[in-house]
Structure formats: structure tokens, C-alpha cells
């Protein structure tokens, strides 16, 4: 096995093609993340029998608790004060 590392063409025209490498995706949406949502059902003459539901977020830890710690501000912003 090779030790190069893999790299991805990606572009929307023919001129937009650039190379990046896996590693650098991989990178990008653990900084920002990514959140994959889908469901399965499973029904037998309309009547649903099974359902699947499938909910994943994938990010980084820090960027995580950015992200909370961000909400958590907002809803204190929000909270109306007494005067």
C-alpha cells in the first residue's frame, strides 16, 4: 500500500477543479459539522409496520461546546430581566 495521501477532485465548471485531500474534508466538517437526518418505514397493505428513524451529528468536540456555549448566551439574551 501506498503512504500518498488520497485526494478528491471537486469543482462545479471546468474550470472551478481543484484537489483536495481527504484528510482536508475530513478536517472541514469536523470544524463546522455536518448533522445526516433519514427514516425508513416499512408497511404491509398501509399499515406501517416498522419505522426507522436515523439522526447523526458529526463534529468535533470543541466545536461542539462552541456551539452550545453560543446557544446559551442567546437564550440569556433573551430572558427579559426585572427591574
Do not use: C, F, W
Not at 9 to 38: A, F
Not at 43 to 52: F, H, P, R, T
Not at 63 to 82: G, H, S, V
Request: glycine fraction near 8%; proline fraction near 4%.
Amino acid at each position: 500500500m501506498s503512504s500518498a495521501p488520497q485526494r478528491v477532485t471537486l469543482g462545479v465548471g471546468p474550470d472551478s477543479e481543484q484537489e483536495v485531500s481527504l484528510l482536508e474534508i475530513l478536517d472541514h466538517v469536523l470544524n463546522s459539522g455536518v448533522v445526516i437526518q433519514g427514516s425508513i418505514v416499512i408497511s404491509l397493505a398501509g399499515v406501517d409496520l416498522v419505522y426507522v428513524g436515523l439522526n447523526v451529528v458529526l463534529t468535533s468536540v470543541e466545536t461542539a461546546l462552541k456551539t452550545l456555549k453560543l446557544e446559551e448566551k442567546a437564550k440569556l439574551k433573551q430572558i427579559p430581566r426585572r427591574s
